[in-house]
């Protein structure tokens, strides 16, 4: 059973479903969404709020979701975006009567399972066809076939994991930096990343970018990025939030929720985006 949420800006009514047991495969988190009306306000599209992971949309309604990508291009169907897809607010998603399984990858289990590099999404969004060939239309074909949102969440990470066989994993160093820069909430600092592994700063910033897609910095703060944000849309103060995740002041803040999404603190927490994405992933970790 889906929960259902619905706002005053956004007509189209959400049906969010989670499986029921974390994801075996590392790094792997699921969600499924259904909207029966169209995404976001009806003038604009639904605002895509950037995140520090990496995207996976396998849309299998009868509606074909359809990402433009603040460049002037518009992709349709299903999807793969790197981490922090989105910044600067001009990137929205339409469409109507859209279901999809969307799962968000850690960067470092990223490579295995998609096959290409997360330095090689750039941030950017490209469709599944190109990264998976014909199999990306017979994963969603199946989807559509199946019954139960626990169904396709088990069909999803059975794919996942053939995937990852017989393919290397990302450079442990590189994923254990990731992995303190999350537990950190985006607060570690780069030189005692680089030190704790008795490596140079341009040694760490050279391999974190060559694996994950960006530099340390940059990922740390995304991660700080979406943890102000969501404490935003529950409901606390610029303030406090500033305070509590690391920022120098509430101007500090101000600036960087404008530069990724192009909205100020106080309007980016009423977005539907950040409210579905609430009730999607609740309580599980956000990368």
């Not at 910044?87 to 998609?114: F, K, M, N, T």
């Given at each position: 059973?889906g929960?259902?949420?619905?706002?005053?800006?956004?007509?189209?009514?959400?049906?969010v479903?989670?499986?029921?047991r974390?994801?075996?495969?590392?790094?792997?988190d699921?969600?499924?969404?259904?909207?029966?009306g169209?995404?976001?306000?009806?003038?604009?599209?639904?605002?895509?709020?950037?995140h520090?992971?990496?995207?996976?949309?396998?849309?299998?309604?009868p509606?074909?979701?359809?990402?433009d990508d603040?460049?002037?291009r518009r992709?349709?169907?299903?999807?793969?975006?790197?981490?922090?897809?989105?910044?600067?607010g001009?990137?929205?998603?339409?469409?109507?009567?859209?279901?999809?399984?969307?799962?968000?990858?850690s960067?470092?289990?990223a490579?295995?399972?998609?096959g290409v590099?997360?330095?090689?999404l750039?941030?950017?969004?490209?469709?599944?066809?190109d990264?998976?060939?014909r199999?990306?239309?017979?994963?969603?074909?199946?989807?559509?076939?199946?019954d139960?949102?626990?169904?396709?969440?088990?069909?999803?990470e059975a794919?996942l994991?053939?995937?990852?066989v017989?393919?290397?994993?990302?450079?442990?160093a590189?994923?254990?930096?990731?992995?303190?820069?999350?537990d950190?909430?985006?607060?570690?600092?780069?030189?005692?990343?680089?030190?704790?592994?008795g490596?140079?700063?341009?040694?760490l910033?050279?391999?974190?970018?060559?694996?994950?897609?960006m530099?340390?910095?940059?990922?740390?703060?995304?991660?700080?990025?979406?943890?102000?944000?969501?404490?935003?849309?529950?409901g606390?103060?610029?303030?406090g939030?500033?305070?509590?995740?690391?920022?120098?002041?509430?101007?500090?803040?101000?600036?960087?929720?404008?530069a990724?999404?192009?909205?100020?603190?106080?309007?980016?927490?009423?977005?539907?985006?950040?409210?579905?994405?609430?009730?999607?992933w609740?309580?599980?970790?956000?990368?």
């Amino acid at each position: 059973m889906g929960l259902t949420a619905q706002r005053r800006d956004d007509p189209a009514a959400w049906d969010v479903a989670r499986p029921r047991r974390r994801a075996e495969v590392p790094g792997v988190d699921m969600a499924g969404f259904r909207a029966s009306g169209p995404l976001g306000p009806l003038s604009g599209g639904l605002r895509i709020v950037p995140h520090p992971a990496v995207m996976l949309v396998l849309a299998f309604g009868p509606g074909r979701p359809a990402v433009d990508d603040g460049a002037g291009r518009r992709h349709r169907g299903s999807l793969v975006a790197g981490p922090g897809f989105g910044s600067g607010g001009a990137v929205r998603a339409w469409g109507e009567d859209v279901a999809c399984v969307q799962v968000r990858l850690s960067p470092p289990a990223a490579g295995a399972i998609l096959g290409v590099c997360p330095a090689d999404l750039d941030g950017a969004v490209v469709r599944l066809d190109d990264v998976w060939g014909r199999r990306a239309a017979q994963v969603c074909e199946r989807l559509a076939g199946l019954d139960t949102w626990q169904e396709r969440f088990a069909y999803t990470e059975a794919e996942l994991a053939r995937r990852c066989v017989g393919r290397a994993p990302v450079d442990p160093a590189v994923a254990w930096a990731w992995r303190r820069i999350v537990d950190s909430g985006g607060l570690v600092r780069v030189e005692r990343l680089a030190d704790d592994l008795g490596w140079s700063r341009k040694r760490l910033w050279s391999r974190f970018r060559d694996h994950l897609g960006m530099p340390p910095k940059q990922a740390a703060r995304l991660v700080r990025f979406d943890h102000a944000v969501h404490r935003l849309v529950a409901g606390a103060g610029p303030a406090g939030v500033a305070a509590d995740t690391g920022y120098c002041d509430q101007s500090h803040l101000h600036r960087d929720v404008v530069a990724f999404t192009g909205a100020t603190p106080a309007a980016v927490a009423g977005e539907p985006f950040l409210t579905v994405d609430d009730r999607a992933w609740p309580t599980a970790p956000r990368v």
